[in-house]
C-alpha cells in the first residue's frame, strides 16, 4: 500500500511565524502536490513537483513555496504565516503514467 | 467557469435508494477521470477510475461522456456507510495533475 505521512495532524501557529510542513511518501512516485481545502472551496493546487529539485506553482501559490531535496520528501513553507492561510492542508503523490493520487492524512493548521 | 463543476447537494437519501452524481468538465483535453471519495476531517480517497466505456464496481457505477464532457456516479442500494463527500477528478495539464471539483455530499439516512 502506497503510504503518504504528513509530518502532524494539527498544528497551531501565530502570525509572522514561519511554519514547515513535511510529506514524505514511500512509494517512489515522482509526482508531489500540495493542496488546502477550504469550506465551500475544495481542493486548490498550491505547489507540485515531478522530479527532485523541480517545482511548479499551482494556482494559488501565493504566500508559499517549497522544497523538494529528496524524491520522497516535499516540504510546505509558509514564509510568514498569516491568518488567511489556516486551512486543511493535504499532501499527494502519484506515480508519473498512473494518474491516480494518493494523499497524506492531512494537517489542520491554525495561525492565530 | 471552473474547471470542474459538481452541484454540492447534500442528497438526502433513505439506505437502499439510487442516487446518481454528475460532474461537467470545461477542458476538451481532460484524459482521466476519477471519483475519490473524503469522510468527514479525513484525506480523499482513490473510488474509482472512469473509463469510457463505463465501469463498475460493486454497487458503483462510473460512466464518462466525453461529446457532452461529464462523468457520473451511481450508487444502488446505498448503505448508512456511503455517508461522505464524492470528489471528482480530472487530469489534465500532461494528465498528471489532478483537478478537483468541490465534492458532492451524499447522507444516507435509515
Known amino acids: 500500500d502506497v503510504k503518504v505521512t504528513q509530518s502532524s495532524r494539527y498544528l497551531v501557529k501565530r502570525t509572522g511565524e514561519k511554519v514547515f510542513l513535511e510529506c514524505v511518501q514511500d512509494?517512489?512516485?515522482?509526482?508531489m502536490f500540495w493542496y488546502r481545502q477550504d469550506p465551500g472551496l475544495g481542493l486548490r493546487l498550491i505547489y507540485f513537483s515531478y522530479d527532485v529539485k523541480m517545482k511548479e506553482k499551482g494556482d494559488i501559490p501565493e504566500g508559499y513555496s517549497v522544497s523538494r531535496e529528496k524524491k520522497e520528501r516535499f516540504s510546505l513553507i509558509l514564509e510568514s504565516a498569516s491568518t488567511n492561510q489556516t486551512s486543511m492542508y493535504l499532501c499527494?503523490?502519484?506515480?508519473?503514467?498512473?494518474?491516480?493520487?494518493?494523499f497524506g492524512q492531512g494537517t489542520r493548521l491554525t495561525v492565530v | 467557469r471552473k474547471e470542474v463543476e459538481q452541484d454540492p447537494g447534500p442528497f438526502n437519501v433513505p439506505e437502499g435508494a439510487t442516487v446518481a452524481f454528475n460532474c461537467t468538465y470545461s477542458?476538451?483535453?481532460?484524459?482521466?477521470f476519477f471519483w475519490y471519495r473524503q469522510d468527514c476531517r479525513k484525506e480523499p480517497k482513490l473510488l474509482m477510475s472512469?473509463?469510457?466505456s463505463g465501469n463498475e464496481d460493486g454497487r458503483f457505477t462510473a460512466q464518462l461522456n466525453r461529446a457532452s464532457q461529464y462523468i457520473s456516479l451511481l450508487i444502488r442500494d446505498s448503505k448508512l456507510s456511503d455517508s461522505a463527500t464524492y470528489l471528482c477528478?480530472?487530469?489534465?495539464?500532461?494528465?498528471?495533475?489532478?483537478?478537483f471539483g468541490r465534492g458532492t455530499s451524499l447522507i444516507v439516512h435509515p
Open positions: 477542458n476538451s483535453a481532460s484524459q482521466s
Open positions: 499527494a503523490s502519484s506515480l508519473t503514467g498512473r494518474a491516480e493520487a494518493f
Open positions: 472512469v473509463y469510457s
Open positions: 477528478v480530472v487530469n489534465s495539464r500532461g494528465s498528471y495533475i489532478p483537478t
Open positions: 512509494m517512489d512516485h515522482e509526482n
